[in-house]
C-alpha cells in the first residue's frame, strides 16, 4: 500500500488502485477498519490477486471485507445501492479499490445519490 496512491472522497471512505493481501497489514495500520474489493476475479489475468485471497489477509490483519464486483466500463443503480448499504453498515473508514481507483471512486459517487 506504501506504492498505491489513496484519493479521500469523504471523511472516513477513500479509494486506491489495486491492492494484494500483503497490502493488509499497512492498509489496518493506516487506520483502516474495512476494505471493499469493486475489481472482479481474474479481470487482470491470472496473476491478479483473488478476492479469496485478499480476504483471508484482510481478515488477519482485523480488517471487515467484502467484494463488490463491477465491471470498469458500466456501474450499475444496483451495484450503488449495494455500496450504499455496505458503507452503512461496515465500521469506518473505508478503503474502497479497483485497478486504479476511479471505478472506485465513480461508484461511490453514484452511492451518494441512492
Known amino acids: 500500500m506504501s506504492t ?3 484519493r479521500p472522497l469523504s471523511a472516513d471512505v477513500a479509494a486506491c ?7 493488509m497489514p499497512a492498509v489496518a ?3 483502516y477498519r474495512s476494505v471493499i474489493n469493486n475489481r472482479p476475479d481474474f479481470e487482470g489475468g491470472p496473476t491478479q490477486p483473488t478476492s479469496a485471497d485478499v480476504e483471508a489477509a484482510a481478515h488477519a490483519a482485523g480488517l471487515q471485507y467484502a467484494y463488490l464486483p463491477v465491471d470498469s466500463a458500466v456501474q450499475t443503480p444496483e ?8 458503507l452503512a453498515t461496515l465500521p469506518k473508514p473505508v478503503l474502497l479499490f479497483c485497478r486504479s481507483g476511479a471505478r472506485s471512486a ?8 441512492v
Open 17 to 23: 488502485p489495486q491492492l494484494a493481501p500483503g497490502d
Open 4 to 6: 498505491s496512491p489513496v
Open 106 to 113: 465513480r461508484l461511490f459517487m453514484a452511492a451518494q445519490s
Open 29 to 31: 495500520e493506516a487506520g
Open 79 to 86: 451495484q450503488a445501492a449495494a455500496l450504499a448499504d455496505l
